[in-house]
């Protein structure tokens, strides 16, 4: 069956059950408005009252002892078909298995009626189901409001500066709406009351193997994002046990689901605090992103490129060399090919702008454009649709796996020796093609002409737009085929170098590791004598520092003003010190169930930069770090205040052009 809604359920038949005349019961569609109302039979009555000569009262076994009639009759839900209109509207989005022919047997009402004595004074049946209507509700739940409050209010309202002359001042609109409650409800008093929170599930579930256009399949979940099952919910911590209660009956949660919170419910909203703060000392000083010293601004960007690879550092560096890369490309008359691959590009992404310029001008261009990035499908659809109508050729990655790989290569026509010949180049990052988070988050970006390279993702984009067997890749790790037992082997042998007495060592920057094997890996290393540091941003399932286990391990978490995202996999190699950028956590998601690159720096100062500027800062920042403990708890940065913190070091390194690297 296909299961439309959990709750309340609405569940579908597949199109294998139109294959009987008589619908089985286990194929049988189900619409729900309201949860399934629970039933004991031992207990249930059908009441029959009103003009009626005789009240009764039945039990089941009465009406089963009553003559039965069979009757077979379609039973089809008038929104049977939704999903196929154009354009789409809301509600349950039935295909074609909303119906259901069924024999229905039992007593018939008719029998009932004349059993009770119906007078010739009724003019209408009334049915009461099993589900309860509000005048028999708990006179509590009766009494419920429930006050909406307009998302063009503002959650924060700054205070007048009479109120507070000395600093600045603000209340939350929860606060004003807490303190006027009785004037909302005049004459009625309020006994308690409580702001509260759901989340709702918002994945959507397309089974790609079952649709034939899995752009149209999405735009058609997009419309039942708002209703997926609720997960979770918060209230205030005061809010009234009755309440949480009914609240958590309506959602259909388990007590563990509850969250009391002292404080605001939705923290988010105190984002808005920020547009108003106006002493210096309550900002950061502006970013202002600085032109890689390498590069001249306007320079022959291929030229550049040719001269030796370039890495990138954002957001001390900025992503618009990237940007310009892309310009220059589509202005080439030499250039005849652009191949990219789009996660999160954001609202008016000047890259999208560029690619639909290029597709006008008669390049080649073609773009991978993942339509499940989470709560950015809606803007990839457009991404799509827009760069299709000017004929780029528009590719969804393979079934199954999310394309999250950060690549964008050109083919250039050049000349050599009087023989013409098609030259490759390549950007690769471990940060999405997103001009607004390059000034948000840490990310490595390289530029490169390296022959290998560029082959390899070449190889990568005809995999996936050919849907054909990937080549071996000389240089690349990809993921889900090569990424993670390369890493694997990695390890290992580092471990094999330290039992043989050599210096080993193991460092990697990731957002999070939560991958079983990996972890393992690792333990293993540890117990042969491995050093091991690990900076881990976000969900970590490796305990460090158990003895016996992992006493060579290190864990630390650095969160500061920028979001720490590159990631980075060092390997001292016996002194020949492998480093790699990738795109890829290591969780499973990401090594098996998505398309991830990670690439080489083989350039050695390149590969010095990446030591010095993306790990060493972050190992001996004793202002951001959080410590992971042997017991799962993380210990606070030592020197909060005055300690050494890798995000300001970056700054003033990478920031001041008159300082070299």
């Given at each position: 069956?296909?299961?439309?809604?959990?709750?309340?359920?609405?569940?579908?038949?597949?199109?294998?059950?139109?294959?009987?005349?008589?619908?089985?019961?286990?194929?049988?569609?189900?619409?729900?408005?309201?949860?399934?109302?629970?039933?004991?039979?031992?207990?249930?009555?059908?009441?029959?009252?009103?003009?009626?000569?005789?009240?009764?009262?039945?039990?089941?076994?009465?009406?089963?002892?009553?003559?039965?009639?069979?009757?077979?009759?379609?039973?089809?839900?008038?929104?049977?078909?939704?999903?196929?209109?154009?354009?789409?509207?809301?509600?349950?989005?039935?295909?074609?298995?909303?119906?259901?022919?069924?024999?229905?047997?039992?007593?018939?009402?008719?029998?009932?009626?004349?059993?009770?004595?119906?007078?010739?004074?009724?003019?209408?049946?009334?049915?009461?189901?099993?589900?309860?209507?509000?005048?028999?509700?708990?006179?509590?739940?009766?009494?419920?409001?429930?006050?909406?409050?307009?998302?063009?209010?503002?959650?924060?309202?700054?205070?007048?500066?009479?109120?507070?002359?000395?600093?600045?001042?603000?209340?939350?609109?929860?606060?004003?709406?807490?303190?006027?409650?009785?004037?909302?409800?005049?004459?009625?008093?309020?006994?308690?009351?409580?702001?509260?929170?759901?989340?709702?599930?918002?994945?959507?579930?397309?089974?790609?193997?079952?649709?034939?256009?899995?752009?149209?399949?999405?735009?058609?979940?997009?419309?039942?994002?708002?209703?997926?099952?609720?997960?979770?919910?918060?209230?205030?911590?005061?809010?009234?046990?009755?309440?949480?209660?009914?609240?958590?009956?309506?959602?259909?949660?388990?007590?563990?689901?509850?969250?009391?919170?002292?404080?605001?419910?939705?923290?988010?909203?105190?984002?808005?605090?920020?547009?108003?703060?106006?002493?210096?000392?309550?900002?950061?000083?502006?970013?202002?992103?600085?032109?890689?010293?390498?590069?001249?601004?306007?320079?022959?960007?291929?030229?550049?490129?040719?001269?030796?690879?370039?890495?990138?550092?954002?957001?001390?560096?900025?992503?618009?060399?990237?940007?310009?890369?892309?310009?220059?490309?589509?202005?080439?008359?030499k250039v005849v090919a652009i191949r990219m691959t789009l996660y999160r590009t954001g609202t008016g992404s000047v890259l999208v702008d560029l690619l639909e310029q290029a597709a006008q001008l008669g390049k080649e261009v073609t773009v991978v454009v993942e339509l499940k990035a989470r709560f950015d499908e809606e803007a990839n659809i457009n991404v799509a649709e827009r760069l299709e109508a000017v004929g780029a050729q528009i590719v969804y990655g393979l079934v199954g796996l999310k394309t999250h790989a950060k690549l964008l290569l050109v083919?250039?026509?050049?000349?050599?020796?009087?023989?013409?010949?098609?030259?490759?180049?390549?950007?690769?990052?471990?940060?999405?093609?997103?001009?607004?988070?390059?000034?948000?988050?840490?990310?490595?970006?390289?530029?490169?002409?390296?022959?290998?390279?560029?082959?390899?993702?070449?190889?990568?984009?005809?995999?996936?737009?050919?849907?054909?067997?990937?080549?071996?890749?000389?240089?690349?790790?990809?993921?889900?085929?090569?990424?993670?037992?390369?890493?694997?082997?990695?390890?290992?042998?580092?471990?094999?170098?330290?039992?043989?007495?050599?210096?080993?060592?193991?460092?990697?920057?990731?957002?999070?590791?939560?991958?079983?094997?990996?972890?393992?890996?690792?333990?293993?290393?540890?117990?042969?004598?491995?050093?091991?540091?690990?900076?881990?941003?976000?969900?970590?399932?490796?305990?460090?520092?158990?003895?016996?286990?992992?006493?060579?391990?290190?864990?630390?978490?650095?969160?500061?003003?920028?979001?720490?995202?590159?990631?980075?996999?060092?390997?001292?190699?016996?002194?020949?010190?492998?480093?790699?950028?990738?795109?890829?956590?290591?969780?499973?998601?990401?090594?098996?169930?998505?398309?991830?690159?990670?690439?080489?720096?083989?350039?050695?100062?390149?590969?010095?930069?990446?030591?010095?500027?993306?790990?060493?800062?972050?190992?001996?920042?004793?202002?951001?770090?959080?410590?992971?403990?042997?017991?799962?708890?993380?210990?606070?940065?030592?020197?909060?205040?005055?300690?050494?913190?890798?995000?300001?070091?970056?700054?003033?390194?990478?920031?001041?052009?008159?300082?070299?690297?």
């Amino acid at each position: 069956m296909i299961v439309r809604s959990a709750r309340p359920e609405d569940v579908e038949m597949p199109a294998a059950g139109f294959g009987n005349f008589i619908t089985p019961i286990d194929r049988f569609f189900v619409r729900s408005h309201v949860t399934v109302p629970s039933v004991d039979l031992a207990q249930w009555r059908l009441e029959v009252q009103g003009h009626v000569a005789t009240p009764l009262s039945l039990t089941m076994t009465d009406l089963r002892q009553m003559p039965s009639y069979e009757l077979t009759a379609v039973l089809e839900c008038a929104g049977n078909g939704r999903a196929f209109y154009d354009p789409p509207v809301p509600g349950i989005q039935w295909r074609n298995g909303a119906v259901g022919n069924g024999r229905w047997a039992g007593a018939r009402l008719r029998d009932v009626l004349q059993k009770a004595g119906l007078h010739s004074s009724a003019k209408e049946i009334l049915c009461d189901g099993a589900d309860v209507p509000l005048g028999k509700m708990p006179d509590f739940q009766r009494t419920i409001a429930i006050v909406k409050v307009p998302r063009a209010l503002p959650r924060v309202i700054p205070l007048p500066s009479k109120l507070t002359p000395d600093r600045q001042a603000f209340v939350l609109l929860s606060s004003v709406i807490r303190a006027h409650l009785a004037d909302l409800f005049p004459r009625r008093g309020v006994a308690g009351f409580s702001q509260f929170r759901v989340t709702r599930d918002s994945e959507l579930w397309v089974d790609e193997r079952e649709v034939s256009d899995l752009r149209q399949a999405l735009q058609i979940e997009l419309t039942q994002r708002h209703f997926g099952n609720a997960v979770r919910l918060e209230v205030l911590r005061t809010c009234p046990d009755a309440l949480e209660l009914m609240l958590r009956e309506q959602f259909e949660l388990p007590p563990q689901a509850v969250y009391r919170v002292a404080g605001p419910v939705n923290l988010v909203r105190l984002n808005q605090l920020v547009d108003h703060l106006n002493r210096p000392e309550h900002r950061f000083p502006p970013l202002v992103p600085a032109w890689p010293r390498q590069l001249a601004q306007g320079s022959d960007l291929f030229e550049a490129i040719r001269r030796g690879d370039i890495l990138l550092h954002h957001p001390f560096e900025s992503f618009e060399p990237v940007v310009d890369f892309l310009r220059q490309a589509v202005a080439d008359p030499k250039v005849v090919a652009i191949r990219m691959t789009l996660y999160r590009t954001g609202t008016g992404s000047v890259l999208v702008d560029l690619l639909e310029q290029a597709a006008q001008l008669g390049k080649e261009v073609t773009v991978v454009v993942e339509l499940k990035a989470r709560f950015d499908e809606e803007a990839n659809i457009n991404v799509a649709e827009r760069l299709e109508a000017v004929g780029a050729q528009i590719v969804y990655g393979l079934v199954g796996l999310k394309t999250h790989a950060k690549l964008l290569l050109v083919l250039r026509r050049e000349s050599a020796r009087g023989r013409e010949r098609l030259v490759r180049y390549a950007h690769l990052g471990t940060g999405n093609y997103h001009p607004t988070t390059t000034k948000l988050y840490t990310d490595f970006g390289m530029l490169t002409a390296h022959p290998g390279i560029c082959t390899d993702v070449e190889k990568v984009f005809m995999h996936l737009t050919s849907l054909t067997r990937v080549e071996r890749l000389r240089h690349l790790w990809l993921a889900p085929f090569t990424l993670h037992q390369r890493n694997l082997a990695a390890i290992a042998n580092e471990a094999r170098l330290a039992r043989a007495g050599k210096p080993a060592r193991v460092i990697a920057k990731v957002n999070a590791l939560v991958d079983e094997a990996t972890i393992n890996a690792l333990y293993e290393a540890s117990s042969a004598g491995v050093r091991i540091d690990l900076i881990v941003r976000g969900a970590c399932s490796l305990r460090p520092g158990v003895k016996g286990l992992s006493d060579n391990i290190q864990v630390r978490s650095v969160v500061g003003r920028f979001l720490e995202h590159h990631r980075i996999y060092y390997y001292a190699a016996g002194g020949s010190e492998l480093v790699y950028l990738a795109s890829a956590d290591w969780m499973g998601r990401n090594l098996f169930r998505r398309i991830e690159v990670a690439f080489p720096v083989l350039d050695p100062k390149l590969k010095r930069r990446v030591i010095d500027e993306g790990l060493r800062p972050y190992l001996e920042d004793s202002a951001e770090a959080w410590t992971l403990l042997p017991s799962g708890e993380y210990a606070p940065p030592r020197q909060l205040a005055h300690g050494q913190c890798a995000q300001r070091k970056l700054l003033t390194l990478l920031t001041r052009p008159d300082e070299e690297h």
